[in-house]
């Protein structure tokens, strides 16, 4: 049986001990509080991480759109040119042909201007000739001789109509050879500058085509940067999360604690009430002894008094009563 003061003792033990657990019960709980704080923060930073990882895929999915159509253009205008150029090199070969039948007609020309000595050859003329021999000879008297030489002359001047016509022919294949190589000559230079338009086209969807990619590269950069940092905040996340869970057991087995502390002081309070409650028994019990032993030794004198005569108060009468050494009345 523990003494009042080793109850006290454990008492205030025991009180102290609630006290340190509390006291950490407090601590544990204001850390999980932090940490609750702390999770919240992470939550919102990755929301935000993810929706600029969604903005960043949207830029991504535009620029690789633009990337595919210049990709297309490009090909449109190297296929352009391409054919432009194929054409080009036909347009080439035929003004090269032409030339060359130029040249042919040129010395077939110059071959029919020796022939004819170098002197001009009137088509209209020499027809007109023919005409007025033809009716001459046919209205001069006959001369067998005369009509060999008339006929031989004729025959001389129908070469030279024959070669005039001839020279015609071949001025007008000259002619229209050389129009249709002027005519050449203008469509080439068209095509070349619309090659040459090309080209510049081509080289602005080329910087165009460099710019984007170096762009979608950045883009890369940064949905990898995010999506790493996506990570690392769900892992932080989830370390967080293992960390509450990890202080609210342990706060669990503090208030465990604090109860069994609290149920072990009550015990004691219950000792000591009890304990309290026997010392005050055993101290009425005492003074009521004490006071019974008063009364009797007060009452006898009162009653040897009483016997020898003397008058008694009330209260005296009722001490003796009281004692029993009168009967109640």
Not at 43 to 54: D, F, G, M, T, Y
Not at 97 to 121: C, F, P
Not at 155 to 160: D, Q, T
């Amino acid at each position: 049986m523990l003494s009042k003061e080793e109850l006290l003792e454990k008492i205030r033990e025991i009180n102290s001990r609630i006290d340190e657990v509390q006291r950490q019960i407090d601590e544990t709980t204001s850390e999980i509080n932090n940490k609750r704080t702390l999770l919240e923060e992470i939550r919102k930073e990755l929301a935000e991480v993810r929706s600029h990882i969604e903005g960043a895929r949207g830029r991504l999915q535009k620029t690789r759109e633009l990337i595919s159509s210049l990709v297309e253009r490009k090909s449109q205008i190297i296929n352009q040119i391409r054919s432009l150029r194929s054409e080009l090199l036909n347009m080439n070969i035929t003004m090269q042909k032409y030339r060359e039948k130029l040249v042919i007609y040129r010395n077939l020309l110059s071959t029919i201007n020796e022939y004819a000595g170098g002197k001009t050859l009137e088509k209209d003329k020499l027809k007109r000739i023919i005409e007025q021999l033809e009716y001459f000879f046919e209205t001069s008297p006959t001369n067998p001789e005369w009509e060999r030489q008339f006929i031989k002359y004729i025959s001389e001047i129908e070469k030279e109509l024959n070669l005039a016509d001839s020279m015609e022919k071949i001025k007008a294949h000259i002619a229209e050879l050389k129009s249709q190589i002027d005519e050449f000559k203008s469509k080439r230079e068209a095509i070349r500058s619309e090659i040459a338009r090309l080209v510049q086209d081509l080289n602005t969807v080329k910087q165009e085509l460099a710019q984007l990619k170096a762009s979608r590269q950045e883009v890369y950069k940064e949905l990898a940067k995010l999506k790493e940092r996506r990570e690392e905040l769900k892992k932080r996340r989830e370390e967080i999360k293992s960390e509450i869970l990890q202080l609210a057991l342990k706060r669990k087995e503090l208030r465990e604690k604090r109860r069994a502390l609290q149920e072990e002081l009550e015990k004691y309070n219950v000792l000591l009430k009890a304990l309290e409650l026997a010392e005050r028994n055993k101290a009425r019990a005492r003074a009521r002894e004490e006071r019974v032993e008063s009364l009797k030794e007060r009452a006898e004198v009162l009653y040897n008094r009483l016997l020898n005569g003397e008058r008694l108060t009330h209260d005296e009468i009722k001490i003796l009563i009281e004692a029993g050494y009168l009967p109640e009345e």
